[in-house]
């Protein structure tokens, strides 16, 4: 069973910037396509950004220009820099690879935006 763990969540300041990493236990091959998804208190979680193997990517109208998603290798499969953070982006971050069978999550990493 792959594990996925996040890494790189904190406490930042509007504007601040923050690099996500999502790492796996093994390599995970015949990837389809991998993302980050978020969900704040009270909210239910939601796409932030998604990558498919081609490269292709789309991302929530909220973070269009700011944040950026990329794949790394197969045992760190995706990256999220996300830049001029707002408060609005508050949310426990959590990255998911899918690889056409199964659908791998990780546990999260929070994030905080606040002065």
């Known amino acids: 069973q792959v594990q996925l763990v996040e890494s790189g969540g904190g406490l930042v300041q509007p504007g601040g910037s923050l690099r996500l990493s999502c790492a796996a236990s093994?390599?995970?091959?015949?990837?389809?396509?991998m993302g980050w998804y978020r969900q704040a208190p009270g909210k239910q979680r939601e796409l932030v950004a998604r990558?498919?193997?081609?490269?292709?990517?789309n991302y929530a109208d909220s973070v269009k220009g700011r944040f950026t998603i990329s794949r790394d290798n197969a045992k760190n499969p995706v990256i999220l820099q996300m830049n001029s953070l707002k408060p609005d982006d508050t949310a426990v971050y959590y990255c998911?690879?899918?690889?056409?069978?199964?659908?791998?999550w990780g546990q999260g990493t929070q994030v905080t935006v606040s002065s």
């Open positions: 998911n690879v899918n690889n056409g069978a199964v659908d791998y």
């Open positions: 093994r390599s995970i091959f015949s990837i389809n396509a």
């Open positions: 990558i498919t193997s081609a490269g292709r990517t």
